[in-house]
């Protein structure tokens, strides 16, 4: 089946230690995007690839950064996690203009 | 400025019942609306969708209704199963694939 991946599903980190989160999708969508969602809120977008170009919102902080090496895997780099960036990071994708498709989530802790 | 509101943070409804969900929105912009179902530790699931150019969009127990005028969508499920439990995320767009949600809203289904 097409679908979104998303690894680990958890993540353990500590303060200041970086950590990388993976989504890949066969799904052969051209956009790719990456959500922080935080208990009982929306989930924020952070940034979306379309195709290889970069999108930043211009909220997301400096300590997030994103790579999309290929058409299938997207890496959200988290440089310094502080203790307010646990939340679930969420992966989607969508071509054009159309729905955008998520994975599962990875909840990330930072002790 | 939250551009799209879910008013209701939490619904209770009897199996077998209607359960009728509640968007509304600010941005006249917006031409593409959806509406996500989240259980707990999982990434969002596309349930509907429906274009500025429609009223209504039905799928099974599920019809979207849009009106544009009001700037008020609802999703209403009928009839309504315990399965059906989880939160229910609106969202809306304008073309260029940004998604704006809702804060949620979380639907219990009573046997």
């Known amino acids: 089946d097409a679908m979104v991946i998303q690894n680990p599903r958890y993540q353990v980190t500590q303060f200041g230690k970086p950590v990388t989160l993976s989504c890949s999708q066969t799904l052969n969508h051209n956009v790719m995007y990456w959500y922080q969602q935080k208990s009982s809120q929306a989930p924020k977008l952070l940034f979306h690839?379309?195709?290889?170009?970069?999108?930043n919102e211009a909220d997301t902080p400096d300590n997030f950064q994103s790579r999309r090496p290929n058409t299938s895997f997207c890496f959200l780099d988290i440089r310094s996690p502080g203790l307010g960036d646990a939340a679930m990071y969420l992966c989607a994708t969508s071509r054009v203009t159309d729905t955008q498709y998520f994975g599962p989530g990875t909840r990330l802790t930072v002790l | 400025d939250q551009q799209v509101k879910q008013n209701s943070p939490s619904l209770s409804v009897q199996e077998g019942r209607i359960s009728i969900l509640n968007c509304d929105y600010t941005n006249s912009m917006f031409d593409y609306f959806l509406w996500y179902k989240k259980y707990p530790a999982e990434g969002p699931t596309f349930l509907i969708s429906?274009?500025?150019?429609?009223d209504k969009n039905e799928d099974g127990r599920f019809t979207v209704f849009l009106n544009k005028s009001a700037k008020h969508l609802s999703l209403h499920i009928v009839p309504s199963q315990p399965g059906d439990s989880a939160v229910y995320f609106c969202a809306a767009s304008s073309g260029a694939q940004k998604l704006v949600f809702g804060q949620g809203t979380r639907l219990t289904i009573n046997p």
């Open positions: 429906i274009s500025s150019i429609k």
């Open positions: 690839y379309y195709d290889k170009d970069f999108n």
